[in-house]
Nanobody, 126 residues
Framework: QLVESGGESVQAGDSLRLSCAVS????????LAWFRQAPGAERDFVASVTWRNNYKQYADSVKGRFTISRDAAMNTVFLQMNSLRPEDTAVYYCTVRTRETYARALHATSNDYDYWGQGTQVTVST
């Protein structure tokens, strides 16, 4: 089970940190990721991190502004979001890939992942 928290309404330029608590065992082969979905849009990849070696990948739209991190002791994944923009408004979902993966492979579609949280709303106003 994945439970997201931290979403709220903020102003453009503000920062937020989202958290995703993972219950159960997270295996070293797993990949944790954040996606987001705006109204009427598809669910888009934001960032991912490999549990074993902490390798991170980002969507171009968030590079330099968002940082994904993990705390293995807490089984928690974070998404630090800085310099937020109105176009970042979306429901943010945490997800885990439990299937076999290869080092540094980019898994950037919803079908690449196996379990999802319920989402947390982030709203950025001007």
């Amino acid at each position: 089970q994945l439970v997201e928290s931290g979403g709220e309404s903020v102003q453009a330029g503000d920062s937020l940190r989202l958290s995703c608590a993972v219950s159960g065992t997270v295996y070293s082969s797993n990949v944790l990721a954040w996606f987001r979905q705006a109204p009427g849009a598809e669910r888009d990849f934001v960032a991912s991190v490999t549990w074993r070696n902490n390798y991170k990948q980002y969507a171009d739209s968030v590079k330099g502004r968002f940082t994904i991190s993990r705390d293995a002791a807490m089984n928690t994944v974070f998404l630090q979001m800085n310099s937020l923009r109105p176009e970042d408004t979306a429901v943010y979902y945490c997800t885990v890939r439990t299937r076999e993966t290869y080092a540094r492979a980019l898994h950037a579609t919803s079908n690449d992942y196996d379990y999802w949280g319920q989402g947390t709303q982030v709203t950025v106003s001007t």
